[in-house]
């Protein structure tokens, strides 16, 4: 709540989702290895990054993309596909992972997030702000 605007106006919508990419790398791999309270309760901090941080750049990316007629239908299929539906279907893919392949199972949500990083740098060449 805090830090999210400051970053989002400093890295821009792309730098700032690739950010909360890089972050979720970190997050899942540790998460992937270790059982310890202390290790995971240093990484919990990340999910701001991983969740809240990507999600303020994305409604940046959308206000700076969308043409204003079209904002809020942009802001309704993100929400509703996106952040909805998307987070739906890894939840339930991720807890029948989980169920077979224990904590390794948080590798693939690494490797999720892995993926995204160039995604994030097509969008700076694509309608980022901070490309300009």
Known sequence: MLIGPWLVRRLGPSGSMALAAGAGVLRWTVAAFTTSLGLLACIQPLHGLTFALFHLAAIQLIVAVAPVRLAATAQAIYGTLC?????ALLTFASGLLYARAGGET???????????????????????????
């Not at 952040?83 to 987070?87: N, S």
């Open 83 to 87: 952040v909805g539906l998307a987070i």
């Open 106 to 132: 948080f590798l693939l949500m690494a490797a999720l997030c892995l993926l995204a990083l160039p995604i994030c740098a097509g969008l700076r060449v694509h309608g980022d702000p901070a490309a300009a």
